[in-house]
């Protein structure tokens, strides 16, 4: 999926005796149906609980639609709906690895019915990413630091299969369609790959480089078969810039299409996140603490919010005016909604059922 697919197997325990919530994995589907994972935790004894909620208006009610199957000690690791009714859920224990589980819903989470398991791993690094193509096919990857990663296909409701070997070190996958796809590695190893042949060989894009240190901050985002946008994290002259390069023929090609220079950014740590909700309007986050930017012309203007948030602040932009923003602090996150293009901001309470 796009930003936020990456999952890992439990959330770091907290240190203080004290409730630590945070938010994740997230998806807005369309205008009117969106997604969040929501986990609590607690110390003395320590135990994690988490829920999956939905949304029809970004946030001001939810519904639960956590699967009963995903009770206390499971984490909700990834999760990937095509419409507001079909949707696949990925639950992960490494204390109760026969609960591990891949769910399906095809009626908006009221109920939910098992496809298989993910691969088992609770070494540091492990992930899942989902991303499904229709209600019944699409695939997932798998990795573990150190060891092979994983793409499986699922088609025709089937069980997922083990699958073949993916290049790099784990990361999030994106399908075009059938056969043409887009794969990131790690942070460690931040390299974009394509494959035309449905995950049976990749091979490394070229992206356009600017002088200095870079690297591939997501997956690309694409509009149609041939026209997309990859945003690019550069460090030139030892500011942080963020460089958004086009390809009109399905990404066999980029061309640099613009470079946000931020104010004030420390290049000592690459922190930028981006969310490219359309072929024009973009949306970017960038230093500690985080400044919010956007452009609806692709790029030729910027507008920058006036709030900001402590630490990393990951976006998941719907149009040019609205949009979620999780704000990560130590061990925590919190959810947060504008509808003004980031001129505001507003903490959205994931406690509250309608």
């Known amino acids: 999926m796009s930003p936020g697919g990456l999952g890992s197997a439990a959330p770091a325990a907290p240190s203080s005796r004290q409730v630590i919530s945070s938010v994740g994995p997230v998806q807005i589907v369309s205008p009117r149906f969106a997604l969040a994972g929501f986990t609590r935790c607690r110390v003395q004894p320590w135990g994690c609980s988490a829920q999956l909620l939905s949304t029809t208006d970004l946030g001001r009610h939810w ?10 000690g499971i984490a909700i ?8 009714l079909h949707g696949w859920a990925i639950g992960y224990s490494c204390n109760q690895p026969s609960r591990n589980a891949i769910l399906r819903t095809a009626d908006g989470g009221i109920t939910w019915s ?5 691969p088992m791993s609770c070494a540091d690094g492990t992930g899942h990413s989902l991303d499904l193509l229709t209600a019944t096919s699409g695939w997932m990857a798998s990795w573990t630091r150190g060891d092979a990663s994983t793409l499986s296909p699922v088609a025709g409701g089937g069980r ?11 990361g999030n996958i994106s399908f075009v369609n059938a056969n043409r796809g887009f794969l990131v590695g790690s942070p460690e190893s931040p390299t974009l790959y394509r494959t035309g042949d449905a995950g049976a060989m990749w091979r490394p894009m070229t992206p356009p480089r600017s002088r200095g240190r870079w690297r591939v901050m997501s997956l690309p985002t694409f509009f149609g078969l041939q026209r997309g946008v990859e945003p690019i994290d550069l460090i030139h002259s030892g500011h942080e810039e963020v460089a958004f390069d086009t390809t009109a023929n399905g990404g ?5 299409g613009a470079v946000l220079r931020p104010r004030g950014s420390d290049p000592r740590e690459l922190s930028a996140r981006v969310s490219v909700s359309t072929p024009t309007t973009w949306w970017a986050s960038i230093g500690k603490p985080a400044s919010v930017y ?9 507008h920058r919010s006036q709030r900001h948030f402590p630490r990393f602040a990951s976006l998941y932009a719907l149009g040019g005016r609205r949009a979620w923003l999780v704000s990560s602090h130590r061990n925590a996150s919190s959810l947060f909604l504008t509808t003004n293009g980031g001129r505001s901001w507003r903490r959205l309470c994931l406690s509250r059922r309608s």
Not at 114 to 118: D, F, I, L, S, T
Not at 252 to 256: A, I, P
Not at 294 to 302: E, F, K, L, P, S
């Open 160 to 170: 997922w299969t083990r699958g073949s070997p993916l290049p790099g070190d784990g």
């Open 63 to 72: 519904r639960d639609i956590t699967p009963p199957a995903f009770s206390s």
């Open 77 to 84: 690791t990834d999760v990937n709906f095509v419409d507001a």
């Open 294 to 302: 956007v452009t609806r012309d692709a790029g030729h203007t910027w």
């Open 252 to 256: 066999n090609t980029w061309s640099l």
């Open 114 to 118: 098992k496809v298989g398991a993910p």
